[in-house]
């Protein structure tokens, strides 16, 4: 009998409105482990080489992984998989909430959407079937309304309810989904990639209860974890800030994004601090399914100008520095109004913040001019343009319909892809980190298989102490010395890849890295306990890290018969500038040189040809992935 997973995919042909039912055994799920390790076997194995991602060849898998719903804090993840429409990669984005565990409770680990439907439509869920239904009446609403709209409709509040907005049903490069309005498969497209097959949403409801090994253990962890976990400081930083400090402690140290990266810190980060955002907008703290640490923010803000609705949720930090500071706005009001927006329409806040950035630089150089805007006039610090281009973005009105198109493609365009105000690693914008304090995030971003993602590995402010709790914990995975943030060294290069490694497994199980250490209070030992108490395996770290290798080789393997190559895995030339301001001002951390070679020697350790990516045929035969070299 299953514990942990249902052995059940469904698979959904929008096309012929054809719904069939697969069923896997174990050596399934021990092999991938859930999320983006079955997303990824079945976009290897389903899409041809060169289809474009709005294609109805193309597929979309919203995967579960095998802990995904158990009574453990942040276990509640989903990954959303296929060929992005962002970069043409193999991709992948994970989010919180409740709907991860609701799709298990209806039936099944994953759904697979294939095909298009001619209309819109939404997938309904529930006890073991599926049903497609008529959403032409709801398309294009606000993702508040389409919830509300299809809670209604189906008698029940206790729906979960995973969508594409206004801007994903418009194509727009970087829409996202959303479920329960404020928690997010942000990057990469996948809202575009929903809308373009006609499907609205996907509601979820299950009367069936997860089965699980060992519940009594279970149960017991997580009443400890729930009691201790503020015990430990980034237990309790979590708690109080969420993640809206880090845009004070990051100006602090140099490595806060400002006018598109050309700064570096504020003169006065209190404007945007979590400090001054508890106090101006914090209503109370809300957690994802059976997680104590409350991370997310719902807030008030009753103001004639930036009023939101408090159900779409706060901004994090991420959105605090892409549609502020980087913007040079520092009104957390106009900003939490932004958050608003781009979650009422479901779009990336970093996507669209960096595009923003990328025009309004390209106009203070003359690149475009207001021939090219529609008669707007685009400038740095200025909020209502701000909410304005966001609200045009979504509905692909205007010069919106150009940024929705997304950075890299509009560089390409305007042929400044090479200057250093474009900023996108294969395609897709960087995140609110610079690289030049963080390398190890660095490295993220360039050889991430799906673009620039800060959501990689560990970042490596964490380990700079070897007696700090973080540095501890990863000693199990070989990791023994402390390591400075901007050196690039070859034990640098091997602990980044054991700790992106170790993230890629907790997406594949279907956890979220603030409960589980390095970043989060539970160690690891715990964890894989918690795992076999959850399946009743006798799974180890080894075989674990193992499985998310699996995933990650297939990701590759894609992209290497897509043309990606290592000359894709290049940061912007503006992050090995000198550092601008902050505690570093006027120094270069590293030369692109090393970097570069730095990329490499990891291909190297991974297994995959330096030049190509491509993974050796010896390396897919260690992890039984023979079959991926018919398909290169």
Request: some cysteine; charged content about 25%; hydrophobic content about 40%.
């Amino acid at each position: 009998m299953c514990c942990g997973y249902t052995g059940k995919i469904l698979h959904v042909d929008l096309t012929n409105r054809n719904i069939e039912i697969e069923d896997k055994d174990e050596a399934f799920y021990r092999s991938y482990l859930g999320g983006r390790g079955i997303g990824y076997h079945y976009l290897m194995k389903m899409v041809p080489p060169g289809v474009d991602a709005f294609s109805p060849e193309n597929i979309l898998v919203l995967a579960t992984g095998v802990m995904t719903g158990s009574p453990l804090a942040a276990s509640c993840r989903f990954a959303a998989v296929g060929k992005s429409p962002l970069t043409g990669t193999a991709g992948e984005s994970e989010a919180a909430g409740f709907f991860g565990p609701e799709l298990k409770k209806a039936g099944f680990d994953a759904v697979l959407l294939k095909g298009q439907s001619e209309s819109p439509v939404y997938l309904w869920v529930n006890d073991g079937k599926a049903e497609i239904r008529d959403a032409g009446s709801i398309a294009g609403l606000g993702s508040r309304e389409v919830e509300d709209a299809i809670r209604d409709e189906l008698g029940s509040s206790k729906i979960r309810v995973a969508q594409t907005g206004l801007a994903g049903m418009n194509r727009v490069r970087f829409a996202n989904i959303t479920n329960n309005l404020g928690h997010f498969n942000g990057r990469g497209g996948f809202g575009a990639l929903m809308g373009s097959k006609n499907v609205r949403a996907v509601a979820a409801l299950g009367a069936n209860k997860i089965k699980f090994h060992d519940p009594d253990y279970l149960n017991q962890v997580a009443k400890n974890y729930a009691k201790t976990y503020r015990d430990n400081p980034l237990g309790e930083g979590l708690y109080v800030y969420g993640t809206t400090a880090f845009a004070g402690l990051l100006s602090a140290g140099g490595a806060l994004p400002v006018n598109n990266f050309r700064r570096s810190a504020l003169d006065d980060a209190k404007p945007v601090s979590g400090d001054t955002y508890n106090d101006l907008l914090l209503k109370k703290r809300k957690g994802c399914h059976a997680c104590p640490i409350q991370c997310k923010r719902v807030i008030a803000l009753d103001d004639p100008k930036y009023g939101v609705d408090s159900r779409y949720g706060g901004p994090e930090y991420e959105t605090i520095a892409a549609l502020g500071t980087n913007l040079n706005i520092v009104d957390l009001k106009a900003i939490a109004k932004g958050n608003e927006i781009c979650n009422r329409y479901c779009i990336d806040t970093i996507s669209a913040g960096m595009t923003i950035a990328f025009a309004c630089e390209c106009f203070e150089e003359g690149v475009i001019t207001k021939e090219d805007t529609g008669g707007l006039e685009l400038r740095f610090g200025d909020a209502d343009l701000m909410l304005q281009l966001l609200e045009m973005t979504a509905r692909r009105e205007g010069f919106g319909d150009v940024l929705a198109e997304g950075s890299a493609r509009l560089a390409k365009k305007w042929k400044v892809e090479d200057l250093p105000c474009s900023l996108s690693v294969k395609g897709q914008e960087i995140p609110m980190h610079d690289p030049r304090v963080k390398v190890g995030v660095g490295m993220g971003f360039a050889v991430s298989s799906y673009g620039a993602d800060h959501m990689t590995a560990a970042h490596d402010p964490l380990f700079t102490d070897k007696t700090s709790f973080m540095s501890k914990s990863v000693k199990p995975l070989g990791i023994y010395n402390p390591m400075h943030p901007t050196e690039i060294t070859n034990d640098k290069v091997r602990s980044y890849m054991r700790l992106e490694n170790l993230w890629r497994m907790m997406d594949a199980l279907g956890l979220c890295v603030f409960g589980y250490a390095p970043r989060g209070v539970m160690p690891l030992d715990v964890m894989i306990q918690s795992l076999n108490a959850v399946t009743g395996w006798n799974a180890s770290l080894f075989e674990l890290m193992k499985s998310a290798e699996r995933g990650s080789m297939v990701a590759r393997a894609f992209n290497s018969r897509e043309g990606f190559t290592i000359d894709d895995d290049r940061l912007p030339s503006r992050l090995f500038d000198p550092k601008p301001d902050g505690p570093n001002a006027g120094q270069k951390i590293f030369e692109q040189e090393d970097f570069n070679r730095a990329i490499e020697m990891f291909y190297e350790m991974i297994g995959c040809d330096p030049a190509t990516g491509r993974p050796h045929p010896g390396k897919l035969m260690e992890l039984g992935l023979e079959w991926l070299e018919e398909l290169l």
